[in-house]
């Protein structure tokens, strides 16, 4: 019998891999995307199914977290076998700005779709997936981070992730559900957002080097995060729905660094050395060595800038994973080092 998904969040990064995945291993899909006047489907075009069509494999409905009416109208129509709650206001820096929207989202999306499932007996047997987030940590000390290790969210989009977390482990413990947590570090890949600093990197100096940009501004070169490729994490949010028991699981790299030395390997990627120079807000990068004659900079040109508009009022300086249970009980490890995920990342760039 074919099995049924449901993604929440299904034209984004991770929601575009997840839908490709599942189609490959034959389940019928569907996702909700939020109403928008700009088509926003560009990550799953290639796999975008009409509506009309008869006979697909992929269906994807208007709907948004937010709106319990839409949520209950899909889910108890299709009645899936897995839901992957993945939609979310997942720009740690915007949520400071939109704090209230970021929690109805991100923390009431999830309780809205656990009290779904617990109250209509059609969805007794349907296995929910959460996207829970290192940033649930806090990043207080220099540890690798297991399932165990205490939190101390540190933005609203954290705390708001650790409702979410909490709730899926309440509803799991007090009324059967299958459901569970996947404590994500950070996954990159040539579908990110542009907001995002990896992609913000990347596409940064390219446009630079093309000199529509002067500048790329950043804000904490400091901090350090956990740093893997979305392809190898996706396929972890499948196998802990076929787990016989629901638990919740790390995934990460084990590996950590930093903005300022991922900065250096994609410049080198494309061809050329940066060093630093200052302290504090006027700390800049620049042109050091250029192995690429082809490019159109010059030694010492200043290519990177800090500006306090992208500091967060509550900084997290330090993230790192540590993935055995999930090496240990789902046989998993990361396949894609960071320099592969820079080189997909420039290669696949669409800027």
Excluded at 212 to 223: D, E, F, P, V
Excluded at 266 to 287: D, M, P, R, T
């Amino acid at each position: 019998m074919t099995k049924k998904a449901f993604i929440t969040g299904i034209t984004g990064q991770d929601g575009s891999y997840l839908a490709e995945f599942l189609l490959k291993k034959k389940y019928k899909v569907f996702g909700i995307k939020r109403r928008s006047s700009l088509i926003n489907t560009r990550r799953i075009d290639h796999i975008f199914q009409e509506i009309w069509l008869k006979k697909k494999n992929l269906t994807i409905f208007y709907g948004d977290l937010n709106d319990t009416s839409s949520l209950s109208r899909y889910i108890l129509k299709i009645k899936p076998d897995e839901i992957y709650n993945l939609a979310a206001q997942s720009h740690v820096k915007a949520s400071f700005d939109i704090p209230v929207y970021t929690s109805d989202t991100n923390a009431l999306g999830a309780l809205r779709i656990l009290e779904l499932i617990k109250n209509n007996s059609s969805l007794h047997k349907t296995k929910f997936y959460q996207a829970s987030t290192s940033e649930m940590f806090g990043g207080e000390k220099k540890i690798s981070l297991t399932e165990n290790n205490y939190f101390k969210p540190k933005s609203p989009y954290a705390v708001s992730k650790l409702f979410s977390y909490w709730t899926t482990i309440n509803y799991r413990e007090g009324f059967n559900i299958f459901a569970c947590n996947g404590i994500l570090f950070n996954h990159e890949s040539p579908r990110r957002g542009e907001t995002f600093v990896t992609k913000k990197i990347v596409d940064g100096i390219k446009k630079v080097l093309k000199k529509k940009n002067k500048y790329l501004y950043l804000g904490n070169l400091n901090a350090e995060r956990d740093w893997g490729h979305a392809k190898d994490y996706i396929p972890m949010m499948w196998k802990m729905l076929q787990q016989k028991k629901a638990q919740d699981f790390v995934i990460s790299t084990g590996k950590s660094l930093s903005i300022r030395r991922f900065c250096e390997l994609v410049c080198k990627q494309y061809g050329f050395n940066i060093g630093w120079k200052g302290k504090g807000l006027n700390e800049f990068g620049y042109v050091k060595k250029i192995q690429n004659k082809n490019l159109s900079i010059k030694i010492n040109q200043k290519i990177i800038k800090v500006h306090k508009e992208y500091l967060r009022p509550n900084e997290v300086n330090f993230l790192k994973g540590n993935y055995k249970k999930a090496q240990k009980t789902l046989g998993w490890n990361p396949k894609i080092s960071i320099k592969e995920l820079i080189q997909d990342m420039i290669e696949n760039s669409e800027e």
